[in-house]
Every structure is written in C-alpha cells, then in structure tokens.
C-alpha cells in the first residue's frame, strides 16, 4: 500500500456510525468483544447507533445487550434523532424533515399497492410509512415513487432485504440524518465511519469522503451500492466484522 493511501486510510476518526441488527447486534459474545474493544480505546470517536428500530425500541434493546452506551441515536431509518446526553430528540432535527411530508397522503398510496402489508404500530411514526413488500422488482418500486411524487410529496423510498419497504421525507434516510448531526456537531464527513450489513445503510455509505465497514454478512444489496465509496469489506460477521474494521481504519488497536 503507497504511502498516501496508508495515511488517508488511517486518518484520524472523529465520529463512528453504525447500524444496530446485524451489525453490532446478533452475536452477543461478538457484541460484547466490541464493547471491551471500544471501552480499551484512548480518546474514543463520538459514538452513533443507526438504525430502523424507533428511538424508544433502541433505547430498549441497549438495556439488553452488552454495547458501550453511545453519543447520539438515529432511529427510524433517519427520521428521529435522540441525544443521549441532554436525554431528548433532536427537535432541530424533526422539524427539517417537515416540509413536502403529508402521511396520510402517503398512506393512501400505499393503502393502493398491491402486495403491500403496513407493518406493526411499533415501528411506525409520523415521519416513518413502513410496509411488508416481499421480493418487490425495480420497476415496482419506481412506480409507487412516481405515485408519491404525482401526489406532490417530497418523499424516498427505502426498500431493503427484499421485504422492507419504508417511506420517509426526502430530507431524511441514515445518510441525511448523519449528514445532518455530523454538521451539528462540526465533524467533517472524511473523519467519519460507518458500517452496516443492509440496503437501508446504503445512504450512509455514499456520504462523500466518508468511510464505510461492510461486514462479512452484509447483503449483495448494500455491497453493490456501496460500489465506489471508501470501504473495508470484513471476513467476519456483526461485531467481529466492526473491530476488524475499526482496526483496519486504525480505531482500535
């Protein structure tokens, strides 16, 4: 490796995203190897949780699991923002979401498509449509924004493991959301990581400068559309596959 790329490979992190399911969660002995990883680090980058899970069901899940207690939670698939110190969302956050967002609009469009499932009270909010879609081709996906866009809503489509459809603002996805709290806390993206394991993570992964983990059981989906970012594809899965990038990224030792 040139003397170059060696230096921006290990270029110094400021902050760490990642996602919760699949990433760091899923193996709790992998979990925990993190946590003791992440808690031996001197000067540690702020730490983010990311993930589709609601700002309340990720505070749940962090009671049970061995992780390092973090800086910020972005849940919902970028729709919420919690801060974990002052223990409240980020209003500043929720509001930019706002404008061109009508969900009973987008409700009605959805109510339409055929196929299409709405998903448990508990993984729903005002700024979140989410829906079971299984096996969904592109095309279809492209219809139902054409329909949303038709309706005059400012809206994305988030459609994930082949069964995850979730409709969100346009100014939200993990991505914007990261985007949005990395200049709220003055963190330039290129001393940023990231990692995930599925399609909803994409958005993360394509932040300009930004670098990415995938880990050893990310989906097809996220590695084909983090094609041309800066990332580390781990051999091990979840936790395992994290620590192998952080050390790979010069995070940990």
Not at 3 to 10: S, T
Not at 46 to 70: H, N
Not at 137 to 145: K, T, V
């Amino acid at each position: 490796m040139g003397r170059a790329l060696e230096r921006r490979r290990l270029r110094q992190a400021h902050l760490f995203c990642s996602d919760l399911d699949g990433t760091l969660v899923g193996d709790d002995a992998a979990t925990e190897r993190f946590r003791t990883a992440w808690q031996a680090t001197k000067a540690p980058p702020l730490l983010v949780y990311s993930s589709g899970r609601l700002i309340d069901d990720m505070r749940a899940l962090l009671d049970k699991v061995p992780l390092p207690p973090p800086d910020f939670l972005i849940g919902g698939v970028g729709t919420m923002m919690f801060d974990v110190a002052a223990a409240a969302h980020v209003d500043a956050f929720a509001h930019s979401l706002s404008e061109g967002w009508d969900l009973s609009e987008v409700e009605r469009v959805l109510t339409g498509v055929p196929g299409a499932v709405r998903q448990p009270a508990e993984f729903l909010h005002d700024r979140k449509s989410s829906w079971y879609l299984h096996d969904a081709e592109p095309d279809a996906i492209a219809a139902i924004g054409a329909e949303l866009a038709a309706s005059g809503l400012r809206a994305q489509i988030v459609y994930s493991s082949a069964r995850d459809l979730d409709v969100i603002p346009a100014a939200a996805a993990k991505g914007a959301a990261l985007d949005w709290l990395c200049r709220h806390v003055g963190v330039e993206l290129t001393a940023a990581i990231v990692a995930g394991d599925t399609g909803n993570d994409a958005t993360m992964f394509k932040l300009p400068g930004i670098r990415g983990i995938l880990v050893g059981n990310a989906l097809p989906e996220l590695v084909e559309a983090s094609a041309g970012a800066e990332t580390f594809q781990a051999h091990e899965a979840a936790a395992d596959g994290v620590i192998e990038g952080l050390r790979h990224f010069g995070v940990i030792g």
